[in-house]
C-alpha cells in the first residue's frame, strides 16, 4: 500500500537551531517525493522536490532534504531554523504521469521557541 | 508562473444550501485538478481528480452526489457542494497540475490557497 509517515506530529526547537524532519514512504514504484509547508488558514507552498539524479535536494527558505532508497526515507533539515518557519510541514508521495496524484503524510507542526 | 487561485477563500453558509468553490490555473494549463479535504489538524485527503471534458474520478468513501465537480475548461475546476450539513465543514484545496508535452515526467502540483467552508 502506498503511504507516508510523518512520525513526529509536533516539534519545538529553539530559533538558530538545527531542524529535521523525519518523513518515510511506502511506494511500489520510483517515489517522486515533496516537502510542503503550510501557514494556518493557507494553502501549501512546494518547499522542495525529488524526482531524480542528485539525492541531496535543495528547496527554497534554506531547506533542504536527503532522498535515502535503502531506508524508504526523505527527510527535511535546516540548520538554523528562524521563528518565520514555525508553520505545519507535510510530506508527500507521487509518481510519474500528468496525473500527479499525491498521497501525504499527517503533517509535523513546527514550533519555534525565542 | 503556475499560480492557482482559488475562491472565495471563507464562506458561511446555512445547513441545506449548495456552495460552489473555484480553482483556476492562472497562468497554465491543467488538464487535471485535484480536491482536497482538510479536517482541523489532520492531513489533506484526496476528494476526487478532475479531469477537464470528462467525469471526475472519486476517491473510495466521497459522496459523488454531495460534492460535484465540474472541469469545463483547462483552467477552471469547480466544486459544489451540494445541500451542505455542519459536517462539510472543512478546509477545501485544490491542486493542479502543471502539463508537460511528453506527458512522462511528473510536475509538481500547484496549489490553492484553500476555502474554509463553515456551514451553520
Known amino acids: 500500500a502506498q503511504s507516508v509517515t510523518q512520525p513526529d506530529i509536533h516539534i519545538t526547537v529553539s530559533e538558530g537551531a538545527s531542524l529535521e524532519l523525519r518523513c518515510n514512504y511506502s511506494?511500489?514504484?520510483?517515489?517522486?517525493l515533496f516537502w510542503y509547508v503550510q501557514s494556518p488558514g493557507q494553502g501549501l507552498q512546494l518547499l522542495l522536490k525529488?524526482?531524480?539524479?542528485?539525492?541531496l535536494v535543495q528547496g527554497i527558505k534554506g531547506f533542504e532534504a536527503e532522498f535515502k532508497r535503502s531506508q524508504s526515507s526523505f527527510n527535511l533539515r535546516k540548520p538554523s531554523v528562524h521563528w518565520s518557519d514555525a508553520a505545519e510541514y507535510f510530506c508527500?508521495?507521487?509518481?510519474?504521469?500528468?496525473?500527479?496524484?499525491?498521497?501525504f503524510g499527517t503533517g509535523t507542526l513546527l514550533a519555534v521557541q525565542p | 508562473g503556475a499560480v492557482v487561485s482559488q475562491h472565495p477563500s471563507r464562506v458561511i453558509c446555512k445547513s441545506g444550501t449548495s456552495v460552489k468553490i473555484e480553482c483556476r490555473s492562472l497562468?497554465?494549463?491543467?488538464?487535471?485538478m485535484f480536491w482536497y479535504r482538510q479536517f482541523p489538524k489532520q492531513s489533506l485527503m484526496l476528494m476526487a481528480t478532475?479531469?477537464?471534458?470528462?467525469?471526475?474520478?472519486?476517491e473510495q468513501g466521497v459522496e459523488k452526489d454531495k460534492f460535484l465537480i465540474n472541469h469545463a475548461s483547462l483552467t477552471l475546476s469547480t466544486l459544489t457542494v451540494t445541500s451542505a450539513h455542519p459536517e462539510d465543514s472543512s478546509f477545501y484545496i485544490c491542486?493542479?497540475?502543471?502539463?508537460?508535452?511528453?506527458?512522462?515526467?511528473?510536475?509538481?502540483?500547484?496549489f490553492g490557497q484553500g476555502t474554509r467552508l463553515t456551514v451553520v
Open positions: 491542486s493542479a497540475a502543471r502539463d508537460r508535452a511528453n506527458y512522462k515526467v511528473n510536475t509538481e502540483a500547484f
Open positions: 511506494y511500489g514504484a520510483t517515489p517522486y
Open positions: 525529488y524526482f531524480s539524479g542528485d539525492t
Open positions: 508527500a508521495v507521487g509518481g510519474s504521469g500528468a496525473t500527479n496524484k499525491l498521497i
Open positions: 497562468d497554465f494549463q491543467a488538464t487535471t
Open positions: 478532475s479531469n477537464e471534458g470528462s467525469k471526475a474520478t472519486y
